[in-house]
T-cell receptor, first 114, second 112 residues
Framework: DAGITQSPRHKVTETGTPVTLRCHQTENHRYMYWYRQDPGHGLRLIHYSYGVKDTDKGEVSDGYSVSRSKTEDFLLTLESATSSQTSVYFC?????????????FGEGSRLTVL | TQLLEQSPQFLSIQEGENLTVYCNSSSVFSSLQWYRQEPGEGPVLLVTVVTGGEVKKLKRLTFQFGDARKDSSLHITAAQPGDTGLYLCAGEGDSGTYKYIFGTGTRLKVLA
């Protein structure tokens, strides 16, 4: 158990509504990540954080924003959800200094945008 | 930006057969990781390979990192139904950024 909790685990929303997904860690690690997973695409990096208030874009960041005001929480926000953002979202942490790629994942948040 | 391509995309085999999954890139990676993901769960780290030419074994799973550190393979000997899952390779895209990218995955099904 890597001490990562994602919420909500499931959400159905309508196009145009804002959505926030939360990732909470209990282990005080510096690096946190948000990925989305879609059939045929593996995992694609949305945003990541390397410290409080320090974030950077990933491969598919358009339409998403993030915030990290505390070490333990990393929030992913869809300002105006679209059907193309229907996906399973995974949060991950790096338990080391971040340089060896060993990520530990939450259980995922399934988002459906109607 | 570096890319990781995996093959095959899907694999369905009988219990007891051997198989190899490939992870390829045109770029050099400082290390590569292999993960396995089961339905409804997040990926779980299996191994990290760091040195070119390195071979690591995890029970019936053998991982190899290419000499040039551009590719890796996962070989499973005598596959079992419990090996069923999605296998993902991953590495740091853009060295030094800590942005970890994943391959497209190989979905393995082992039939009893």
């Amino acid at each position: 158990d890597a001490g990562i909790t994602q919420s909500p685990r499931h959400k159905v929303t309508e196009t145009g509504t804002p959505v926030t997904l939360r990732c909470h860690q209990t282990e005080n690690h510096r690096y946190m990540y948000w990925y989305r997973q879609d059939p045929g695409h593996g995992l694609r990096l949305i945003h990541y954080s390397y410290g409080v208030k320090d974030t950077d874009k990933g491969e598919v960041s358009d339409g998403y924003s993030v915030s990290r005001s505390k070490t333990e929480d990393f929030l992913l926000t869809l300002e105006s959800a679209t059907s193309s953002q229907t996906s399973v979202y995974f949060c991950a942490i790096s338990r080391t200094s971040g340089g060896d790629g060993e990520l530990f994942f939450g259980e995922g948040s399934r988002l459906t945008v109607l | 930006t570096q890319l990781l391509e995996q093959s095959p995309q899907f694999l369905s085999i009988q219990e007891g057969e051997n198989l190899t999954v490939y992870c390829n890139s045109s770029s050099v990676f400082s290390s590569l990781q292999w993960y396995r993901q089961e339905p409804g769960e997040g990926p779980v780290l299996l191994v990290t390979v760091v040195t070119g030419g390195e071979v690591k074994k995890l029970k019936r799973l053998t991982f190899q990192f290419g000499d040039a550190r551009k590719d890796s393979s996962l070989h499973i000997t005598a596959a079992q139904p419990g090996d069923t899952g999605l296998y993902l390779c991953a590495g740091e895209g853009d060295s030094g950024t800590y942005k970890y990218i994943f391959g497209t995955g190989t979905r393995l099904k082992v039939l009893a």
